[in-house]
Every structure is written in C-alpha cells, then in structure tokens.
C-alpha cells in the first residue's frame, strides 16, 4: 500500500478517536452543544481522508509525487483546523469565526486538489502495469 494512503488511513483513524470520544463526553454530559464540530470530526475527519487513503491504494500510480502530498498535508491541516476552531466557536468563542472560515477554504482546497489527482489520467511513467488474470 502506498505511504500516503497509510497517512491518510492514520489521520483519519485519529479523528475517529476524537469524534467518537467527543460523542461520548456529549452522551455521558448529556449537553450536545458541539454536535456540529462532532459530526465534521468524524465526516471529514475519518470518513473522508479513508475515502482518500482508500483511492490511493486502489489507483498507487496517482498516490507517487509531491501532489498526493500537498493533498494529504493541505486537507489534514485544514480539517483539524476548521474542527478545534467549530469547536471553540460553538462551546461560546464567537473570535474563533474567522479561523472556522480559514479552515473551511483549506479544507476545500485540499478537496479541489483531490479532485484534481482523481480526474487526471495516471502519467504512463508512473502506471505500473498489472499482470492479465
């Protein structure tokens, strides 16, 4: 499997620590005021980059170079990001808008740069041809 889908395997398994810890503290509190910041957590936080991690492993042509890096790096920083900032904004902070904004367009611009990697064709010097069944 390709390093970068083990990096975005691993990240996302870290947001799934965070997102199903914060729904215990929210079921055990019983105070669900951070559900937005839940829910992102977990949708784009391990749903998302395992989606990533998992195209990287099925298409190991498209997951060598600097681009698959940018993206993991460029998405990961922007979801954890605009989730700790969701968070502190929803438990009260109203300062921390701005930083939910920057988070977001990070995080859509990690997306965009999937989608670009997922769109272009695999260059023939890094397709590795695989044997007839």
Same mark, same amino acid.
């Given at each position: 499997?390709?390093?970068?889908?083990?990096?975005?395997?691993?990240?996302?398994?870290?947001?799934?620590?965070? !997102?199903?810890?914060?729904?215990?503290?929210?079921?055990?509190?019983?105070?669900?005021?951070?559900?937005?910041?839940?829910?992102?957590?977990?949708?784009? *936080?391990?749903?998302?980059?395992?989606?990533?991690? *998992? +195209? +990287?492993?099925?298409?190991?042509?498209?997951?060598? !170079?600097?681009?698959?890096?940018?993206?993991?790096?460029? +998405?990961?920083? !922007?979801?954890?990001?605009?989730?700790?900032?969701? +968070?502190?904004?929803?438990?009260?902070?109203? !300062?921390?808008?701005?930083?939910?904004?920057?988070?977001?367009?990070?995080?859509?611009?990690?997306?965009?740069? *999937?989608?670009?990697?997922?769109?272009?064709?695999?260059?023939?010097?890094?397709?590795?041809?695989?044997?007839?069944?």
């Amino acid at each position: 499997m390709p390093k970068i889908s083990h990096m975005f395997f691993r990240a996302g398994i870290l947001f799934l620590i965070v !997102g199903i810890s914060l729904g215990l503290i929210m079921s055990i509190s019983q105070n669900h005021d951070v559900i937005g910041a839940h829910a992102h957590i977990n949708l784009l *936080g391990w749903v998302t980059s395992a989606i990533f991690g *998992g +195209y +990287y492993a099925l298409n190991p042509a498209k997951a060598e !170079g600097m681009l698959a890096r940018v993206h993991f790096w460029v +998405y990961t920083l !922007g979801v954890l990001l605009m989730t700790v900032s969701l +968070y502190l904004l929803l438990k009260g902070n109203t !300062g921390f808008v701005p930083l939910v904004a920057v988070g977001s367009l990070i995080t859509a611009a990690g997306v965009l740069i *999937g989608a670009y990697i997922f769109f272009m064709p695999a260059s023939s010097s890094t397709a590795r041809m695989q044997p007839a069944e």
